[in-house]
């Protein structure tokens, strides 16, 4: 059966303290998830909208079977941004010729969820326009925001969220029951655990939290300080602040906001002098760790080896939380009054544009870093290598802040160097849209510079040269989108500087953009021609990337000629590149690419073993249009192992995953497969519903015609169509909704799962060698010989888990229970390989 994991059904972060003085609210907003799809919960800063949000989420998740998401969209801009934010964190693929939010839309028509759409402040417009393109689509996904004003949606129920309840003005009254104070003390006892205040501290508490109106950042802030001051003392020093501030002492007047600045700046008047620098140069950062708060804001007066004591202090004094943990670094942010509060700071002190400017550096570095690494020659371990994808995935917010401060400031070097550097990731996360806008934004910049006769940001690389590789990578992200003619000049004129720059690499990767461009215009020995002298060149200049994608694209071409023994050893080369770079991305694709030449071949074994590899590769990266291809490959060709019920495991993931993200050529292909295996099986009716509903998405989702990405059932699918018996079924598939489709599809395979019985196997003292393919009488060798699943993958160059498969299918066709089986027969009779 195939490996399924169980998605999660929520991605909140964990609280990292109690909620206090919110049990009525949560109730009552309970109740109003229950009726209501749009929640908007409004106020001032800091009043504790999305803490609240978080914990109303948390308990609503039970009812809603797709469960919880949160996007939070502080630090995005654009309606592009709040569509990569939204679909990163429900897991959702942008597709190549299509608009995000229709991917995002379709993918989830069919499903009940809630969304959590935080700090939508700074892009309510593009949030509008996609939680209404939402709401009328997607009838049972709700939605929950957070903002200081409503949206105004329609069906938009705004919940103004109140201040904590305050004790009342009388000296005497007992305060213990109040939220605010009952907060106050929670985040007191947190600060100073052995905190007991006494009669007379009890009466001061009561008048903070009425000084602060209840405003539980505020609370949380004066309270922070209890440890070190007695409650008098913070509310004697809070009264002077507020004063000064002019804010009324019956706040009649005041903005909430206005109280809320006031205490962050006693807060802050209260630090060291060191604490102060930094908690202004945070201020940079959407989020950030120790390693990145050292690298930017470790400048005079304060030393790097000091940062970590002084983020501890600010978190104790509640400037800072925690946000969670990746890749072994904690992570922290500045709520957002006090980013706002350390921002103003920053720029009265002079230091504003010299800590961008140390920011954008290490976001240049970290984004270079990731280009230098995803496509070096080297042999780096694979692990090593992924790492600088992770660590510019875990940096994006900070990456984007990054490219909208060049671009604000007109700084095109960097903003140039970060689209060259943030290319892998663009690319291979499916980030199309959201990656050109950059580039094109840049290019227009270095192109007015350029018209101007300027070269600004002087100092490093030429201009023109990262003109050049900028203008061929944003061809590069445009060719998924079919924008051949757009992509055709782009990449001249950018190939053209680049060759004047001594750029290869980016010279490679253009003339392989066209001769793609030829193979899609029918000029196959242009393509030829230009492919040949790639690889030329990239012999030439020693790069073996390069090298490897020049054989992988003749490798194809071949296959599409029918020369499939060409195709195979261009294959096998490209192969033997990537393993021996340690490249495992470069090893799941090309695999994936030799897998369907040898099924177009009907090499059946050599299908199976190249699309289970690049299935173990593609699931371990998360790499999900490819592995949705994987799957759908490996169903197929268990099918004509003869094993119905393996297809259908394997085929019924892929239709899932390719639902799930939001790939409507993936959905195709899977439809597709499933109607052949239930063709063959004779379920003709069934099949040709299939086979319509993969047509009518072919159609639409940019598979079908030039450029197509590979798809070898489509013959299939149009045949089904075409026998005068199965028309009417197959016109009624057209028919049919996506989510009616995939119904139709996962009820036949779920069908095709059910177990069947089996006439006993006869007993054999000598079982079928010819059951076995090549492969696995090698494996069947190997452990005769008593060689560990993982030993024997060194041997073959393969995965342990590819190992075990075969393992697994020695197992099932000579009817053996143990490796212990295997072993004696292989010792037995000899095995030839």
Known sequence: MAPQTAPARQNLPVES????????????????????????????????????????AAQATASFSDGVW?????????????????CGALGITEEGRRDPVETLCDALRGRALLLVLDGFDEVAGPVADIGS??????????LLLTGREPLRIAGETVWRVPPLPVPPTAEGAEPAGDGAVRLFLDRARAAAPDYTPAAADLAAVNRICRRLDGIPLAVELAAAWAGRLDPAEIDAGLAAALHAAGVAADRNGSPRAQVLDAVVGWAHSLLSEPERVLLRRLSVFPNWCLELAEHVCAEAPLAEADVLDLLSTLLDRSLITLTGEHQNRVRYRLPEPVRAHARARLAEAGELDRIRSRHTARMVAIAEDLSGAALSSRAIPWKERFAYWDRAASEYDNLRSALHWSARHGRVRDGLRLCAGLRPLWYTGCQFTEGQEWAEAFLALADGAAQDGRDPDDGGPALAALRGKVMVQHAELAWPRKRFDEAAE?????????????????VCLAENLLAMLDSVRGDGEAAARRVAAVLELARDTGNLWYEAIALNIQGAMAARAGAFAEADMRFNTALMIMRGMDHRWGVGSTLLAQGAAAEAQDDVPAADRCYREAMDIHRTLGAAPELAACLAGVGRVARRLGSVTQAYDYLGESLLLSHATGQRGGLAEALASIASVAGAQGLSEDAARCAGAAAALLDTSGWSGPGSPRFPLTADVIGLGAAEETRAFWEEGRRLSVEDAVELAAGIAESGRLARPRPAPAPLSRPPQKALTPREREVAQLIGEGLSNRAISERLFITPATVARHVANINRKMGFKSR??????????????
């Open 820 to 833: 212990r089986q295997i072993a004696a027969w292989v010792n037995r009779h000899a095995v030839s390989s």
């Open 17 to 56: 303290d109690s909620l206090v003085g919110r049990d009525r609210d949560l109730s009552d907003l309970l109740r109003l998830l229950e009726s209501d799809r749009v929640l908007t919960l409004t106020g001032a800063g800091g009043i504790g909208k999305t803490r609240l949000a978080l914990r109303l």
């Open 133 to 142: 393109a939402l709401v009328s689509s997607c009838p049972s996904v709700a």
């Open 70 to 86: 949160l996007a939070a969209l502080s630090d995005v801009s654009s309606r592009a941004e709040v569509a990569a934010r939204i």
């Open 490 to 506: 782009r990449v001249r004129e950018g190939a053209a500087l680049c060759r004047a720059a001594g750029d290869w690499e980016s």
